[in-house]
């Protein structure tokens, strides 16, 4: 999957527009095909590291709309 990415906390410098390996979902989780994404100000205080607990890297992207690839196995 194509994604943007940071990999340390910083400035808009620090994105990165990456392929990354598709997401394996557990028993209770959907994966979604994305889309549309937006971003917004939380994307830049996480980026930013404004106190937010994230892991890193980090894909950016909170707001999207898609439809549902594949449904876990206790759905």
């Known amino acids: 999957m194509k994604a943007v ?3 340390e906390h910083g400035g808009a410098d620090k994105l990165e527009y990456t392929e990354l390996p598709d997401p394996e979902i557990s028993a209770d989780e959907v994966l979604v095909r994305v889309k549309a994404c ?3 100000h939380l994307d830049i205080w996480m980026r930013e590291a404004a106190g937010f607990p994230i892991e890193i890297p980090h ?11 594949a449904i876990g196995s206790a759905s």
């Open 38 to 40: 937006a971003l917004n």
């Open 5 to 7: 990415i940071f990999r």
């Open 59 to 69: 894909i950016l992207g909170n707001d999207i709309a898609g439809e549902v690839a």
